[in-house]
C-alpha cells in the first residue's frame, strides 16, 4: 500500500512541473499583495486537479484518494496557501458530484473540475464553529424556493468562488435538521464581507458571506432535506486527509530548507551540520513528517475501500499531519536564524500558512474529541 | 496526415554530467535521466497540428537505452499516440551517422511519416545533425532550426535565423523539420493523459527487427571512440585594467574571439 506506483510517480512528477514553474515562483508576492491567482487555478484545472478524486463521468479526474495525498504535498511545497485552497476547492466538487443528482452533476461538476468556476464549503458560522450541529443559517421554504437567511464565517474563496455549498438549517431538530444548499454567486441577497486580514493564507480570500432572503431554488438542494450535516461530514472526512497532505508538503519543503541552510552556513569555523543538537532537530522533523506521510496514506486507503474506520484513521492523520508540519516550519524558522524570520526567505510564510490547519477542517481539538469519544464509548 | 516526432533521453541538464573516461561513453549513473526539453516543444508543434485536425496520427521514436520509456511516457501522456524505443547493447556509443541510420530505420518501420519533427539539437550531444541526417538517409527534403513553423495541410513552412537574416522555407511532404526551442511552450500532461498514457501502444525494437547492422560490422559507416579526455578545467580569462582603452580593448577582444 505505501509503495508508489510508477502511475502515482508520473502524477507527482506532473504536479511538480507544474507547481516549478507557475507557482513557486510567485508564492511569496502572491502572499504579500494578497493576489488570488485565478488564471493560475484555470491552468490547475486543466491538468486535472480541480476534480482530483471526483468521477470521471462529468469531468473528474477519476483518481483515488492515495493519490491526492501525494497530488496535495507535491502542490504544497510550492504553496501550502494555494494547495490548501485548491483541497477546499476538491472537497466542494465531490461533495456535489457524489450527492447531487445526475442533472445537478451535468448542470455544474464540468466547469467546477476544469477550475473554470471556482467553489466555496460554507459551514462555519460566527457563533457555530467546532459546534457545527449549532449552526443558525436558516432556510425557509416557499414555494419552488428556499429562503435563506444567516452569515457564514471565514470563507475561503468567498466573493471570487461562482458556487457556495452552504450547510443550513431547514428544521430545528439539531444536526438532524441541516440541509446542503448550492447557491449561485448573482443571487439577490448573497453579499460578502470584506477580505478578513489574516497571519497566513493570504494568497486566498477569506470573507464573510451574508445570506439576506437570498431566493434559493429547492432544484439546488443537494440530497434530502435533513441530509446536509451527513453531507459536510462526509466531505470533511477528505478534506482532512486533503489539508494534512498540505502541511505534509509544505513541512518536509520547510525541512529541506533547513538542511540545505545549516549546510551552507558556517559557524564557530565550522559548517551548521556539524553541531549535533541541530542535526537531531533534522532529524526530528524528518522522523514526524514521515510518520504523518504514512498515516495521511492509511487514511486515504481506508477512504478509498470505504473502512468503518476512517473517520477515526482520518481525525489522526489530520491531527497528526498538521501538527508535525507546523513544527516542521516552526523548527526551520528558528534553524534558519534571523533569515528565518525575513518575508524572501520563504519559511516564515510556511509557518504561517500552516498555523491555520491546525485550526481549520475541525480544530485538532475536534480531531482528539472524534476519536477520544470512539475509545472511551466504544 | 502521420507526423513523427524524433525524441531523446539525456543526463539532466542542470546536473552535473560525466564522461566515463575507461569507455568513452556517458556516465549514466552520475545523473538522473530526463527527457531532453527540446522534445516536448517538438511534439507540442506536431499536437498543435492534431488539435485542429483530429485525424492526426503522431508517433514518438527514440533511440537509447532501455529506462528511456520514461521519456517516451511522457510524451505519450501529452498526447501523442503511439510510441517506438529503439534499444540494443549494440548501439552504446553510436555516433550520430549511426543514430541517424537507425532513426531512420525506425521511421520506414512504422510506415513511413508525412513530417519528421524533431528538436535542432540535444542538450547532451549538441551535434545539431541528426534531422538533417535523417532526411539523407530517407531521402527527404529537411527544414533545419526553424524558429517559426507552420503545419498545414500541404506543405510544411517556416522561418530559420541565419547569419544576419532569416529565411523563409517550405516544403510539400513528406518532409524533415528541426525546431528550436523558441517555437511552442509546451503543456502539460494532464492527469487523464497520464492514465491514458499507459494504455498507448509503446514498442520496443532491437536492431534485428529493423534489419540493419550497427556493431563492428558495421564500422565502415561509423565512427569507433578510441579514447576519451575528462574537460580540462576552466581557466581565467584575460583582464582588462582600464587605462582609459578599456572599451576599444574590449571591442577587440569580442571581435578577435568572432563574438560580435
Not at chain 1, 44 to 51: K, S, T
Not at chain 1, 165 to 182: E, F, N, P, Q, Y
Request: proline residues 4%; aromatic residues 6%.
Amino acid at each position: 500500500m505505501l509503495r508508489i506506483t510508477e502511475d502515482q510517480q508520473a502524477l507527482v512528477d506532473a504536479v511538480r512541473d507544474f507547481a516549478t514553474e507557475r507557482i513557486a515562483p510567485h508564492a511569496l508576492e502572491w502572499d504579500e499583495q494578497k493576489h488570488f491567482p485565478v488564471d493560475v487555478l484555470a491552468e490547475a484545472g486543466e491538468l486535472g486537479l480541480g476534480g482530483i478524486y471526483v468521477d470521471e463521468s462529468y469531468g473528474g479526474a477519476g483518481l483515488e484518494r492515495k493519490d491526492a495525498v501525494l497530488i496535495f504535498e507535491e502542490l504544497s511545497k510550492a504553496d501550502p496557501a494555494l494547495a490548501a485552497y485548491i483541497s477546499i476547492h476538491n472537497m466542494v466538487v465531490w461533495m456535489i458530484d457524489s450527492f447531487g443528482t445526475d442533472e445537478q452533476r451535468a448542470q455544474w461538476v464540468p466547469q467546477l473540475a476544469a477550475m473554470q468556476h471556482l467553489g466555496s464549503y460554507c459551514l462555519t458560522e460566527p457563533g457555530a464553529g467546532s459546534d457545527a450541529a449549532s449552526l443558525s443559517t436558516r432556510a425557509v421554504r416557499d414555494g419552488d424556493d428556499y429562503v435563506l437567511n444567516g452569515v457564514k464565517q471565514f470563507i475561503s474563496g468567498a466573493g471570487t468562488s461562482e458556487y457556495y455549498v452552504v450547510m443550513c438549517r431547514t428544521a430545528d431538530t439539531g444536526s438532524k435538521g441541516i440541509s446542503t444548499l448550492v447557491v449561485h454567486k448573482d443571487t439577490p441577497g448573497l453579499s460578502f464581507g470584506p477580505n478578513e486580514k489574516k497571519m497566513g493564507w493570504n494568497t486566498q480570500p477569506t470573507r464573510q458571506v451574508i445570506f439576506e432572503d437570498a431566493r434559493v431554488p429547492v432544484a439546488n438542494r443537494l440530497g434530502e432535506e435533513g441530509a446536509g450535516f451527513h453531507i459536510a461530514m462526509k466531505g470533511l472526512n477528505g478534506g482532512r486527509i486533503n489539508i494534512g497532505a498540505c502541511s505534509l508538503g509544505g513541512g518536509q519543503a520547510a525541512l529541506e530548507k533547513a538542511t540545505a541552510y545549516l549546510k551552507e552556513r558556517t559557524a564557530f569555523g565550522a559548517p551548521l551540520t556539524t553541531k549535533q543538537s541541530l542535526v537531531f532537530d533534522l532529524a526530528e522533523m524528518d522522523a514526524k513528517l514521515e510518520a504523518a506521510r504514512t498515516l495521511l496514506m492509511r487514511a486515504a486507503d481506508a477512504l478509498d475501500r470505504q473502512d468503518p474506520d476512517t473517520v477515526r484513521l482520518c481525525a489522526m492523520a489530520k491531527l497528526v499531519a498538521t501538527d508535525s508540519g507546523f513544527e516542521a516550519a516552526n523548527t526551520s524558522l528558528q534553524l534558519h536564524g534571523g533569515y528565518g524570520y525575513l518575508h524572501e526567505y520563504g519559511v516564515e510564510k510556511i509557518a504561517r500558512d500552516l498555523r491555520v490547519h491546525q485550526i481549520l477542517e475541525g480544530s485538532n481539538e475536534i480531531m482528539r474529541l472524534i476519536v477520544g469519544r470512539m475509545l472511551v464509548d466504544g | 496526415m502521420k507526423i513523427v516526432v524524433l525524441a531523446k533521453q539525456v543526463p539532466d541538464t542542470w546536473s552535473d554530467r560525466k564522461i566515463d573516461l575507461e569507455s568513452g561513453l556517458l556516465d549514466r549513473a552520475a545523473s538522473e535521466p530526463v527527457p531532453d526539453e527540446i522534445n516536448e516543444r517538438a511534439l507540442e508543434n506536431a499536437l498543435a497540428f492534431k488539435d485542429e485536425n483530429k485525424d492526426t496520427e503522431i508517433v514518438v521514436v527514440a533511440m537509447g537505452p532501455e529506462d528511456a520509456t520514461k521519456t517516451l511516457r511522457k510524451l505519450l501522456s501529452m498526447g501523442a499516440d503511439s510510441a517506438v524505443l529503439v534499444s540494443d547493447a549494440a548501439l552504446a556509443g553510436s555516433d550520430m551517422v549511426q543514430t541517424a541510420r537507425v532513426l531512420a530505420a525506425a521511421v520506414e518501420k512504422v510506415g513511413g511519416a508525412d513530417l519528421v519533427v524533431a528538436g535542432n539539437e540535444a542538450t547532451d550531444g549538441r551535434g545539431g545533425m541528426i534531422p538533417a541526417m535523417v532526411a539523407e538517409v530517407l531521402g527527404l527534403p529537411v527544414l533545419p532550426g526553424l524558429d517559426e513553423i507552420q503545419i498545414a495541410a500541404d506543405k510544411v513552412s517556416g522561418e530559420a535565423v541565419v547569419d544576419g537574416g532569416a529565411l523563409q522555407v517550405s516544403s510539400g511532404y513528406p518532409a524533415v523539420v528541426s525546431v528550436t526551442e523558441k517555437t511552442a511552450e509546451p503543456r502539460f500532461p494532464n492527469f487523464k493523459g497520464i492514465m491514458a498514457a499507459k494504455k498507448k501502444p509503446l514498442e520496443n525494437w532491437s536492431l534485428a527487427d529493423l534489419g540493419i547492422q550497427a556493431g563492428p560490422e558495421a564500422a565502415s559507416v561509423r565512427s569507433v571512440m578510441v579514447s576519451a579526455a575528462a574537460r580540462p578545467p576552466k581557466e581565467a580569462g584575460p583582464k582588462v585594467a582600464d587605462d582609459g582603452t578599456a572599451a576599444a580593448q574590449l571591442a577587440e577582444f569580442l571581435a578577435t574571439n568572432r563574438l560580435i
